[in-house]
């Protein structure tokens, strides 16, 4: 089955810096690929997502890009803020051959003053 | 944000007790989960449900059973609740895990003494 993994675990960045978070899948079927964030004491939330036909996202200071050939794909958050310290989740899954997805183990974010 | 209401929010009970926490959803989703999330283990799939009647195990279904009895409710019961089983309950849903990202609901904290 599918494999998710997530690095680094823990981020620690200067407010203003850029902040980067890997991804790698076992499965070249992939082809699903959202990023969630999870404050402290909520729920997980879809932030930003990409499928397979499209290489990189963007949506405002946050982007996504994927790299099908070797399997791997991250997030980029730039001119981090405060608001952006959380744990964010990584996740794959197939189109018309998976009921679930698989997520990362998260990555927890600190933004620094 | 997605209609799913998890009840209770908040409990504390004694080991050895049965406990049921409910997810109802509004979204007529066909796909609905339950995840548990502690401390270094992101999050992990107990059970999950592709229809009414339907469901399967996942990662972490050893002590907890499923139903759904109907498109809008997930229950999950722990048979007797284990100290182990104290954490943060999640469920989910999906219309189309292969093209769509999971909503999750607000959770649900519960403690086993």
Not at chain 1, 42 to 66: C, F, H, M, W, Y
Not at chain 2, 87 to 93: D, E, L, Q
Request: charged share 25%; net charge neutral; with cysteine.
């Amino acid at each position: 089955g599918e494999n998710v993994e997530q690095h680094p675990s823990t981020l620690s960045v200067q407010e203003g810096d850029s902040a980067v978070i890997k991804c790698t899948y076992s499965d070249s079927a992939s082809n699903y690929f959202p990023w969630y964030k999870q404050e402290l004491g909520k729920r997980p939330q879809l932030i930003i997502d990409i499928r397979s036909n499209v290489g990189e996202k963007k949506d405002q200071r946050i982007a996504v890009t994927l790299n099908k050939t070797a399997k791997h794909f991250s997030l980029h958050i730039t001119e981090t803020q405060p608001e952006d310290s959380a744990v964010y989740f990584c996740a794959a899954s197939r189109v018309n051959r998976d009921d679930k997805i698989i997520f990362g183990k998260g990555t927890r974010l600190h933004i620094l003053p | 944000d997605a209609g799913i209401t998890q009840s209770p929010r908040h409990k504390v009970t004694e080991t050895g007790t049965p406990v049921t926490l409910r997810c109802h959803q509004t979204e007529n989703h066909r796909y609905m989960y339950w995840y548990r999330q502690d401390p270094g283990h992101g999050l992990r799939l107990i059970h999950y449900s592709y229809g009414v009647k339907d469901t399967d195990k996942g990662e972490v279904s050893d002590g907890y059973s499923v139903s759904r009895s109907k498109t809008e409710d997930f229950l999950l019961t722990l048979e007797s609740a284990t100290s182990s089983q104290t954490s943060v309950y999640f469920c989910a849903i999906n219309r189309d895990p292969g093209h769509q990202p999971q909503h999750f609901g607000d959770g649900t904290r519960l403690s086993i003494l």
